[in-house]
């Protein structure tokens, strides 16, 4: 079995290196800080036995497991991304541990009163009797997603150590960016070398997703006039008047807080302005391509129809797509899913097989010709002070790691 002490070591051990990334670079990795962690695991990958382990001048780390039969198997990956939101600071992440959890409040920080309570984030419920780790309250933890690297680099030491457990070669690739957008920009899939891989991405044990949004971002300018506010009437024209005009006119319950499941959503996630010039950025989502190409054309028509009541050219938006729904590509080769479903049975885990409300390098991955749903890490309430991991959901994810590679090799010597 693998150790949970050996587990929970591993997973500190990254948790506690930063690698918030940041959406106003222009780098690869976008921030220094990432390369500390990176470096780490491209040494870490080399002294647990891997083979061909390599990092590009992008920080882009992959390596091999050779397969240790004699048909042939195909080659599968399993992927993830060591990068921290920017959403929340992950810098001097302190983490708690708290073992045989009695299912009441967790008191993260005493002196600021920042509680986890069931009572508000009932999945914790769940977990009674595990061993939790959280954060401390001033910081996120980084399970999303240094607990899908911590189980892949742990299923990979596992099989290493175990060659009685027969398997196919596999890949493994660890990214930066994922949680700005780029995970997958310069991931070189040919390199790679895997018929198909998983993102060990997901959050409460059991996730199984094949299914994410479709995504743009949009930009909306707003332009207008400013004058002395003495002499302004019939000349200023306030441009936030104008956004506050596209804001309210977009559905109002079509935004994340009243959506859930299969809905789409419109969401306005900045916005800055002043009198001369207002800017709004949102992004769109939705599952269904036709849904989404008319969310597009909300936002175009809005446009067009404030500009003809201003007479003339007061807003202008700019939509750029994103990532695109991985269904498309996962559904022909669906035996990938079904494997994952199977090894997670075989260990007594009830998979939940939904559609993510989000993005995954797995998406973009997809649509570069590498199939690659997505698997739970474990962890609860990413990207915020209330991040946790149950430390049994990580190793649990180790063993589906290792019985997906154990499945696959059975499966081809049976053909």
């Given at each position: 079995m693998i150790s949970k002490e050996h587990i929970i070591k591993r997973f500190i051990g990254y948790v506690t290196i930063d690698t918030e990334s940041d959406p106003n670079s222009k780098t690869t990795p976008s921030t220094k800080k990432q390369w500390d962690l990176a470096n780490k695991l491209a040494k870490e990958l080399k002294t647990i036995g891997m083979q061909d382990v390599s990092i590009d001048a992008n920080a882009y780390i992959m390596a091999t497991l050779p397969s240790n039969v004699e048909h042939e198997v195909p080659t599968i990956g399993f992927i993830s991304h060591f990068d921290t939101s920017p959403d929340f600071t992950g810098a001097n992440v302190k983490p708690q541990i708290i073992e045989d959890y009695n299912g009441k409040d967790i008191i993260l920080n005493e002196a600021e009163n920042i509680i986890l309570s069931p009572d508000y984030f009932d999945d914790l419920l769940q977990y009674k009797g595990q061993t939790l780790i959280t954060t401390d309250g001033t910081t996120?933890?980084?399970a999303d997603d240094k607990a899908g690297i911590c189980?892949?680099?742990?299923?990979?030491?596992?099989?290493?150590q175990h060659p009685e457990i027969k398997h196919g070669t596999i890949k493994v690739g660890f990214t930066p960016d994922e949680e700005i957008g780029r995970g997958?920009?310069?991931?070189?899939?040919?390199?790679?070398?895997?018929?198909?891989?998983?993102?060990?991405d997901g959050s409460q044990i059991g996730e199984l997703e094949y299914e994410n949004f479709n995504a743009a971002g949009a930009v909306v300018k707003i332009k207008g006039k400013i004058v002395h506010p003495g002499y302004a009437k019939d000349k200023m024209v306030n441009s936030m008047y104008i956004a506050t005009e596209f804001i309210n006119s977009i559905p109002r319950m079509e935004t994340p807080e009243h959506t859930e499941g299969y809905q789409g959503f419109f969401h306005?996630?900045?916005?800055?302005?002043d009198v001369e010039e207002t800017t709004l950025q949102y992004i769109i989502r939705d599952h269904d391509m036709e849904h989404f190409e008319a969310r597009k054309e909300v936002m175009v028509k809005l446009t067009n129809e404030l500009n003809s009541q201003y007479g003339r050219e007061v807003i202008t938006t700019e939509i750029k797509d994103q990532y695109f729904n991985m269904k498309e590509k996962v559904e022909p080769v669906m035996h990938?899913?079904?494997?994952?479903?199977?090894?997670?049975?075989?260990?007594?885990?009830?998979?939940?097989?939904?559609?993510?409300?989000?993005?995954?390098?797995?998406?973009?991955?997809?649509?570069?010709?590498?199939?690659?749903?997505?698997?739970?890490?474990?962890?609860?309430?990413?990207?915020?002070?209330?991040?946790?991991?149950p430390v049994e959901s990580m190793i649990k994810a180790t063993e589906v790691i290792c019985k997906i590679a154990e499945l696959v090799a059975l499966k081809n010597k049976n053909d």
């Amino acid at each position: 079995m693998i150790s949970k002490e050996h587990i929970i070591k591993r997973f500190i051990g990254y948790v506690t290196i930063d690698t918030e990334s940041d959406p106003n670079s222009k780098t690869t990795p976008s921030t220094k800080k990432q390369w500390d962690l990176a470096n780490k695991l491209a040494k870490e990958l080399k002294t647990i036995g891997m083979q061909d382990v390599s990092i590009d001048a992008n920080a882009y780390i992959m390596a091999t497991l050779p397969s240790n039969v004699e048909h042939e198997v195909p080659t599968i990956g399993f992927i993830s991304h060591f990068d921290t939101s920017p959403d929340f600071t992950g810098a001097n992440v302190k983490p708690q541990i708290i073992e045989d959890y009695n299912g009441k409040d967790i008191i993260l920080n005493e002196a600021e009163n920042i509680i986890l309570s069931p009572d508000y984030f009932d999945d914790l419920l769940q977990y009674k009797g595990q061993t939790l780790i959280t954060t401390d309250g001033t910081t996120l933890l980084g399970a999303d997603d240094k607990a899908g690297i911590c189980e892949i680099v742990s299923a990979m030491e596992y099989l290493i150590q175990h060659p009685e457990i027969k398997h196919g070669t596999i890949k493994v690739g660890f990214t930066p960016d994922e949680e700005i957008g780029r995970g997958a920009h310069k991931f070189d899939v040919e390199k790679f070398g895997a018929d198909w891989a998983y993102t060990m991405d997901g959050s409460q044990i059991g996730e199984l997703e094949y299914e994410n949004f479709n995504a743009a971002g949009a930009v909306v300018k707003i332009k207008g006039k400013i004058v002395h506010p003495g002499y302004a009437k019939d000349k200023m024209v306030n441009s936030m008047y104008i956004a506050t005009e596209f804001i309210n006119s977009i559905p109002r319950m079509e935004t994340p807080e009243h959506t859930e499941g299969y809905q789409g959503f419109f969401h306005l996630h900045d916005m800055e302005g002043d009198v001369e010039e207002t800017t709004l950025q949102y992004i769109i989502r939705d599952h269904d391509m036709e849904h989404f190409e008319a969310r597009k054309e909300v936002m175009v028509k809005l446009t067009n129809e404030l500009n003809s009541q201003y007479g003339r050219e007061v807003i202008t938006t700019e939509i750029k797509d994103q990532y695109f729904n991985m269904k498309e590509k996962v559904e022909p080769v669906m035996h990938i899913v079904d494997i994952a479903e199977e090894a997670m049975k075989a260990l007594d885990i009830t998979p939940l097989i939904k559609a993510i409300r989000g993005g995954t390098d797995g998406s973009q991955l997809s649509y570069m010709g590498l199939p690659c749903p997505n698997i739970f890490a474990g962890g609860h309430n990413f990207h915020g002070r209330y991040e946790y991991v149950p430390v049994e959901s990580m190793i649990k994810a180790t063993e589906v790691i290792c019985k997906i590679a154990e499945l696959v090799a059975l499966k081809n010597k049976n053909d």
